[in-house]
């Protein structure tokens, strides 16, 4: 099975409450790689319907340049939840992101409505992973990437409901959380996805945050849900490359490429020892790194 995942960045991916005319029109202009377009939790029953319009009408308008746009519906089996489906398949995001995945079956559900709906294929599936239930049955949850039906692309940590159902305390070094992190990481690398952290909660903290945007980034996840504006320096500064590592890549790349070291299964540079099975790391920071500089943050 596939072990990388697509290389669009993903260092910062924040929610945008749908019911917030304002914060909508603010996100087109904020460096973010990608935003979700909160319909659930971010929004109160009064006002679900006001933001499913405001939502769909901001996907639909074109003004949020080469932003990703996800809508997060509310669940199938809520009020709302098939209004949602219905209307995001219709302003044609990028992806549309289900809470609470519990199961592949969940996603498979899912597969059929879009399929009914006759939904453009171009629209994938995102999957919150934040209950007991998810944890339990990372495993199949992302197979469920094998069949293309299900459109999954990228798996998004709940830390905050995670934390709610086990009553596990969110700590600094969230040491209770880590073997839920680790094997949904596993997960979603063992067959291809994306996999981004939870959010951090204390907006004032903007260091705190820069700690936890690192740690998930040394764990070896692709960037992370963010709530709040602030975030999105920490976050885009501590999933890029630095450039002492791009300056390493660049030198093992073009090491290897030599004519002298062409059947070399390892080299040593500069005090290290370098294997060529791991030249994909090397060429991942360097594509990285460009993609950021075309971005321009």
């Not at 019911?19 to 909160?38: E, G, H, T, W, Y």
């Not at 992302?142 to 299900?150: G, S, T």
């Not at 963010?226 to 500064?237: D, G, R, V, Y």
């Amino acid at each position: 099975m596939a072990t990388t995942t697509d290389l669009r960045l993903r260092r910062s991916v924040l929610y945008m409450p749908g019911s917030n005319q304002r914060a909508l029109d603010k996100a087109k202009s904020l460096p973010v790689d990608s935003i979700i377009l909160d319909l659930e939790d971010a929004v109160g029953p009064e006002e679900k319907e006001i933001a499913r319009e405001q939502v769909c009408a901001a996907v639909k308008s074109g003004a949020y340049g080469d932003r990703e746009l996800i809508i997060r519906v509310n669940a199938p089996q809520t009020p709302w939840g098939e209004a949602d489906l219905h209307a995001a398949i219709e302003a044609k995001p990028d992806a549309i992101l289900m809470p609470k995945v519990s199961s592949p079956a969940v996603l498979e559900s899912i597969a059929d409505r879009l399929e009914s709906l006759d939904a453009p294929e171009g629209i994938a599936i995102w999957a919150m992973i934040e209950t007991p239930a998810s944890i339990l049955n990372i495993q199949e949850i992302a197979r469920a990437k094998r069949d293309p039906r299900n459109r999954l692309t990228c798996l998004v940590l709940g830390t905050n409901d995670l934390a709610k159902d086990t009553w596990a305390k969110i700590v600094p070094g969230r040491v209770p959380m880590l073997p839920w992190m680790m094997m949904a990481l596993a997960a979603a690398r063992a067959e291809g996805l994306a996999i981004l952290d939870g959010v951090y909660n204390d907006i004032a903290d903007t260091e705190g945050c820069r700690d936890e945007c690192r740690q998930a980034r040394d764990l070896g996840f692709d960037g992370k849900t963010l709530i709040h504006p602030t975030q999105l320096e920490p976050a885009n500064t501590s999933f890029a490359p630095t450039d002492e590592e791009v300056r390493r890549a660049k030198l093992v790349i073009e090491a290897f490429e030599r004519p002298e070291y062409a059947k070399r299964g390892a080299i040593k540079l500069e005090g290290r020892l370098y294997e060529r099975q791991h030249l994909g790391v090397n060429r991942r920071a360097v594509t990285w790194a460009e993609a950021i500089k075309a971005k321009g943050f």
